[in-house]
């Protein structure tokens, strides 16, 4: 008969469950409702409050239809405004990298990890991510967004962060 000391199996199985699912704060009303967004069968949304379509997925993952696979990669801030507007994603040549102000727009200020209405925006990391805003105080910052938490920072444009890219709507 194989004994099980319940303390040791239960602390073993909390090791290896799955990361705990977005974190909720109920005193915050949200802003990023999904009725927010027109979905697009092509991969792509439209904030019908900001009027911008968005890539649903962060650059280097793919849209299967459903969700976004695979690992988002990082880029410097110039390697992230050059494949940014090198995009062709879903038959679209305009694609940018957004400015502060429009990745801010993203974040879901009720939530965190991540802070971003996760049914919309499935499988993003919890990290920085590059808008296209520089630092006018600095030659060498540019200002980025938390999907973590929704803070926003500058750092060095010499570091990798994630990129969600966007157009704007016609």
Not at 106 to 126: C, G, K, M
Request: glycine fraction near 8%.
């Amino acid at each position: 008969m194989l004994k099980i000391n319940l303390p040791l199996f239960l602390y073993c199985a909390v090791l290896v469950a799955p990361l705990q699912a977005q974190n909720i704060v109920e005193h915050i009303p949200n802003h990023t409702l999904n009725e927010h967004y027109t979905l697009h069968n092509n991969g792509t949304v439209t904030d019908i409050n900001t009027g911008l379509i968005w890539q649903r997925c962060s650059l280097g993952q793919n849209w299967d239809g459903s969700t976004c696979t695979g690992n988002a990669a990082t880029y410097t801030w110039q390697a992230a405004l050059q494949q940014s507007s090198g995009s062709t994603f879903a038959g679209y040549d305009d694609w940018r990298l957004p400015s502060v102000e429009e990745l801010r727009s993203l974040v879901a200020y009720d939530r965190f990890s991540p802070a971003i209405n996760n049914a919309i925006f499935p499988n993003t990391p919890i990290s920085w991510y590059w808008s296209s805003s520089p630092n006018a105080n600095t030659s060498d910052g540019g200002w980025i967004v938390s999907f973590y938490d929704g803070f926003d920072g500058i750092h060095s444009r010499g570091n990798a962060y994630h990129v969600r890219i966007v157009r704007s709507g016609h």
